[in-house]
């Protein structure tokens, strides 16, 4: 590591960003010297983040929208009024991507404004000349075709087939697809809207929001705590609301509400948890909206209504641990955010981290376990690769300049920052790091952080020794993944690897290997969705060969699998090998089928990877069926696949 790097500019951020964290618990040794990590560099991103157009010079702070959802030519007409905070320039500048510009009025005058030159990957600056004290900035506009941020969904695949389904993906750097707006996250503003849908719709905002159809489709939102643009959010369809605890309940369309709200009906808990562990939760309500099963991810905290895929309604609660997740960002996240995408971690490692505290809480800790040794699991595999092809990208702190954010939502900011917190958790003990995130959120909520700020905390939380043993700078600065890794072990994992063992043990042609390798009912019934992926995740690992396959098919039927977890677990294993299925008939159509309805990503790219890294004829059908389900993927899914498919032309 460069450590000249380092030392730079330090001083300057130092003597602002640190002050009580260390007050909360009594340390007896000197704390670690505060050097701040770093390089100079830092300081410019956050005056000029590299993900977005506008400035430091001028910034708004609270938006009104007033806009109109117009289904039949799948266009949003609005008007988005900024109130603009101090401005020490004169001029605006604004993000937008694919936009209809439609005009600018300064006060309600013309205003004097201009399109600056376009780039493929930031969309194009709205430039709006302030020559007075102006108040408000209006931009008309229209969103286009190109909106990548949009899903327009149309009636015939929801569940109900009655009307189409919208719902918008800000994150990272979307927003600016729907909405002009400074499209950073240093940027945080109040808002209204009026949104006028189809009548018979329900539509859905990060905001206060109705429970109940209007008569005439118009809908008010306000959300009076002030967020970063790729937060803003709107999702509008066919709806209906069941509530599932004081402050909390679901969306969900009519077919899905009840499954919905049985699978969910833990959420009260764990806002209690999470408040019992991180102090407030700051939102007033915490509802959740099920989108349609093309949602590119599991989820997305948008405040006061976190979106989910379908995917996760399984009948037996096994996988809300990403409710806990979407949860979890409610603080670490929404509260306190990453100053700019290079900061992603502090987004999501803190985020995974809280979620399996939370986990633990209300499932106990054998059930986080489990989860926190997928994450161990997941962050090896994703590792091997990524060392191979871009070791850059196993640092905790990015540098994204030229760079797609999506491409920094890897295994990294994730599962080595969860580990990262977890040994300085094990490092400092439970009840001096809780007392210190405690102390972290509330110190610094509705406000952003960089990485070396934390790290600032970090240093005056841990004694030098501490520091030392953790190794902060290589776990966040250095490659791959520090030797003292805490290494999760798990009890119910353990009966799981047994299993594989007892499987890869027999020789599949055996006459009687079908009952050797099957493991009784009266223990596998206990199993969550966790246990399984384990199990096929083990049988690939061990080296299973087709024989294996099928005889895991035969007694477990993983093919037929209701669970969208476990069967794409499941293909994803198959689909690199010869085996198709212990009922080759069922197994073709349950890939098409899986393929042509689910479209988040976390499934779906590793299938299609393992069909194209397959032999030809597997190669051929992954094409056939991405040529048939393309339409009906979000823009998201599209983007990547797309390139999937270019990489292995
Ligand atoms: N905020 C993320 C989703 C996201 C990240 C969207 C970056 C766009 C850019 C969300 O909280 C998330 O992490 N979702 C995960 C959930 C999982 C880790 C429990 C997902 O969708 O898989
Ligand atoms: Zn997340």
Same mark, same amino acid.
Not at 414 to 442: I, M, N, P, S
Not at 536 to 544: H, K, Q, S, T, V
């Given at each position: ?18 002050? +009580? ?63 603009? =905070?101090?401005? *020490? ?8 991507? +694919? ?108 905001? %206060? ?21 790729? @937060? @803003? ?15 909390? #309940? ?14 969910? %009906? ?58 806990? $997740?979407?949860?979890? *960002? ?18 999501? #490692? ?80 439970? =009840? ?28 005056? @939380? ?10 902060? =700078? ?16 798990? +009890? ?27 493991? #009784? ?8 969705? $966790? ?7 083990? @049988? ?6 087709? #024989? $294996? ?11 037929? %699998? ?71 993927? $979000? ?12 990489? *292995?032309?």
């Amino acid at each position: 590591m460069n450590r000249n790097l380092f030392l730079n500019l330090l001083l300057v951020i130092t003597s602002v960003a640190f002050t +009580n964290c260390q007050n909360h618990t009594e340390v007896n040794a000197e704390p670690a010297e505060t050097i701040f990590y770093g390089d100079t560099s830092i300081r410019e991103e956050l005056f000029q983040d590299p993900h977005s157009f506008s400035t430091e010079a001028s910034v708004v702070k609270h938006l009104d929208w007033d806009a109109e959802v117009d289904f039949q030519d799948e266009v949003i007409r609005a008007t988005a009024t900024w109130t603009l =905070e101090e401005s *020490h320039s004169d001029t605006i500048i604004f993000d937008t991507k +694919n936009l209809n510009i439609v005009g600018v009025t300064l006060d309600g005058k013309p205003a004097e404004w201009s399109l600056g030159q376009n780039d493929e990957l930031l969309g194009t600056p709205l430039i709006v000349a302030l020559p007075f004290e102006a108040q408000k900035v209006t931009i008309s506009y229209q969103t286009t075709d190109k909106a990548e941020a949009l899903q327009w969904y149309p009636a015939e695949l929801t569940q109900g087939k009655r009307m189409p389904f919208l719902f918008t993906q800000s994150q990272a750097i979307l927003a600016r697809t729907w909405v002009p707006c400074q499209d950073r996250p240093g940027v945080r503003f109040t808002y209204n809207a009026q949104v006028n849908v189809p009548k018979g719709m329900l539509a859905l905002m990060s905001a %206060s929001n109705p429970t109940q159809k209007s008569e005439d489709g118009v809908y008010e939102f306000s959300m009076p705590q002030p967020i970063p643009s790729y @937060l @803003l959010a709107l999702g509008a369809g066919d709806l209906a609301f069941i509530e599932l605890g004081e402050r909390s #309940g679901v969306y969900a369309e009519p077919e899905m509400v009840r499954n919905a709200a049985f699978e969910f %009906s833990q959420t009260e808990a764990m806002i209690s948890r999470a408040e019992y562990l991180y102090g407030p939760y700051y939102w007033g309500r915490y509802d959740m909206l099920v989108l349609p099963p093309s949602f590119p991810f599991g989820g997305m905290e948008n405040p006061r209504l976190t979106f989910l895929t379908p995917t996760v309604i399984v009948g037996d609660m096994s996988l809300t641990s990403l409710i806990a $997740h979407e949860l979890a *960002h409610s603080w670490s996240g929404n509260l306190v955010t990453n100053a700019t995408w290079n900061d992603f971690w502090l987004n999501e #490692g803190f985020t995974v981290y809280f979620e399996m505290r939370i986990m633990d809480a209300v499932y106990g800790p054998d059930f986080a376990d489990m989860l926190e040794a997928l994450s161990y699991d997941d962050l090896q595999r994703e590792l091997a690769v990524m060392l191979k092809e871009d070791p850059d990208a196993t640092r905790l702190k990015q540098d994204l300049k030229g760079r797609n954010p999506d491409d920094a939502v890897t295994a990294i900011a994730y599962d080595k920052g969860f580990h990262f917190l977890k040994l300085c958790e094990q490092t400092v003990g439970r =009840e001096r790091w809780d007392a210190f995130l405690k102390g972290y959120f509330d110190e610094y909520r509705f406000k952003t952080r960089i990485t070396e700020e934390f790290l600032q905390e970090l240093a005056g @939380l841990m004694t030098q020794e501490e520091w030392n043993s953790v190794g902060v =700078e290589e776990w966040v600065y250095g490659k791959g993944l520090p030797v003292n890794c805490p290494f999760p072990a798990s +009890n119910r994992f353990s009966i799981v690897d047994e299993a594989v063992k007892m499987l890869l043990g027999v020789s599949p042609d055996d006459p009687s290997a079908k009952s050797m390798a099957y493991l #009784g009912q009266e223990v596998t019934i206990r199993w969550s969705t $966790h246990e399984w992926l384990r199990y096929i995740r083990g @049988l690939e690992a061990g080296g299973a060969i087709e #024989g $294996h396959y099928r005889l895991a098919d035969a007694n477990y039927g993983f093919t037929g %699998s209701p669970n969208p977890e476990i069967v794409a677990a499941w293909y994803t294993a198959i689909l690199k090998t010869g085996f198709e299925g212990y009922d080759p008939e069922l197994y073709e159509e349950k890939v098409e089928s899986f393929l042509t309805t689910v479209g988040r990503r976390k499934f779906i790219v590793p299938m299609y990877t393992s069909m194209l890294e397959g032999d030809e004829k597997r190669q051929a059908w992954a094409k056939e069926i991405y040529t048939k389900a393309r339409a009906s993927y $979000h823009p998201l899914s599209q983007q990547t696949l797309d390139q999937l498919f270019t990489e *292995h032309e």
